[in-house]
């Protein structure tokens, strides 16, 4: 662990001043109980929209934000509940506002609308417009709320979410879309809990992350190797939520120096984080705990549960590491869309991944400078990707 100090030290004294450039982004301490209000944004847009609250099973309440209808069409329930249903999962830091920030004509979820789906988009527990819970109040509970990983948001929001959707619309069945996280999310879900396969027609990960085997960021691996003390330190200091670029208070105060790799390696991710996201027009907020768990699976080269400590893994899951995800239980149809400039996601495992997916098939974007972001930030998306699911949608009869 000491032996990567110079590199840290280099690392940080080498580094430009931090990433202050995000939107909108809240400054730690604002947080309150402020939230996006996506129904304002859609309206603006042109689009009728509702919003739904989910409550999982261990009581976090989720918005759920609904387009039934085409840009300036008429509002009829006869027409809504007989479209074809897509649900929408954001990736870390994002929102259901990442699937319209390209705006009318350009983004996905608008696209679907017009093209006459039913779409729906979720804000995973812990993002902004989902920070409620039926007991617990995430600015005094914050520890027990923030215990989150992406496979409370796979095993516990996208079944409330599927199911909830799927009995409101009386459909069995519905299409799936998820960036980044909320690909890994789709990955827990349908192979830990097997029969979410019958009830997905079909999905499309945008840079889904799943497999860490040739994780690409050299840096972030390296700090990975030590991911379980820096998270401890970092639940030490209070940083717990990460809401906007900022982190917490501590942070922005803190120095680099030799003696303290935990307070060094924070400011390093943070950096690198803030950089990767500094294109999202919203940050939403997520755990430390979601970042520890990536962490966790770049430094073990695998796609595997959370890990507490061998005594703990052996009394919760029977083996002294955790089990992994077993992918090949996935047989929904799907398509894994990548790209080779992505930091956080390689072909290589995106590729191995398809291998022991029965019904899954790759396609690389066929732009070699887009980005892990840009699936929800590049104006070219819709030619590069979203007419592409749209075609393929359009194939099944829902
Ligand atoms: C449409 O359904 C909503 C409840 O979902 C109801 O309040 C409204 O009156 C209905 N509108 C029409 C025109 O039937
Ligand atoms: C790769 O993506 C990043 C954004 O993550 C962008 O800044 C950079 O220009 C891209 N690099 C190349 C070689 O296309």
Excluded at 119 to 139: K, Q
Excluded at 310 to 316: E, F, Y
Excluded at 342 to 363: C, F, G, H, W, Y
Aim: glycine share 6%; proline share 4%.
């Amino acid at each position: 662990m000491l032996g990567i100090l110079p590199l840290v030290t280099i690392l940080v004294c080498g580094a430009q001043a931090l990433p202050g450039n995000v939107e909108n982004a809240l400054a730690y301490g604002q947080v309150a109980d402020r939230h996006f209000n996506v129904e304002e944004r859609l309206l603006r847009d042109g689009y009728y929209s509702e919003s739904h609250t989910v409550t999982t099973s261990d009581g976090y309440m989720l918005e759920i934000n609904r387009i039934p209808f085409r840009r300036h069409e008429t509002v009829d329930n006869a027409t809504k509940t007989s479209k074809p249903v897509v649900f929408m999962l954001h990736g870390l830091q994002g929102s259901s506002i990442s699937y319209v920030t390209l705006g009318p004509g350009r983004a996905l979820a608008y696209i679907l609308a017009d093209e006459g789906y039913d779409v729906w988009m979720g804000n995973a527990r812990g993002v902004l417009n989902s920070r409620r819970h039926v007991t617990l109040d995430p600015n005094v509970d914050v520890e027990e709320f923030f215990d989150i990983t992406f496979e409370d948001i796979g095993m516990k929001d996208l079944p409330a979410i599927i199911d909830y959707i799927l009995e409101l619309t009386g459909k069995s069945k519905l299409h799936y879309i998820g960036h980044s996280q909320g690909g890994t999310a789709f990955l827990v879900l349908n192979s830990m809990l097997p029969e979410y396969n019958q009830k997905i027609a079909s999905a499309n990960l945008l840079a889904g992350v799943g497999y860490q085997e040739n994780f690409p960021n050299r840096v972030l691996s390296l700090l990975a190797i030590s991911t379980n003390p820096i998270y401890t330190y970092a639940l030490r200091q209070g940083i717990i939520e990460i809401l906007g670029p900022d982190w917490n208070s501590f942070l922005n105060d803190a120095e680099c120096n030799d003696d303290n790799f935990e307070t060094c390696s924070l400011l390093i991710i943070k950096e690198i984080m803030g950089d990767l996201f500094n294109t999202l027009e919203t940050l939403a907020g997520a755990s430390i705990k979601q970042y520890a768990h990536y962490g966790q699976n770049i430094r073990s080269k695998s796609f595997r549960r959370w890990y507490y400590s061998p005594i703990t893994n052996l009394i919760k899951y029977g083996s002294l590491n955790p089990p992994e995800y077993q992918i090949s239980a996935i047989t929904v149809d799907v398509t894994m869309h990548y790209t080779v400039n992505d930091s956080l996601l390689d072909e290589q495992d995106v590729i191995d991944m398809a291998k022991v997916m029965p019904n899954t098939r790759t396609r690389k974007v066929a732009r070699e400078t887009y980005s892990h972001t840009d699936f929800v930030v590049a104006p070219d998306s819709k030619e590069l990707v979203y007419d592409y699911i749209v075609e393929s949608l359009n194939k099944y009869e829902l």
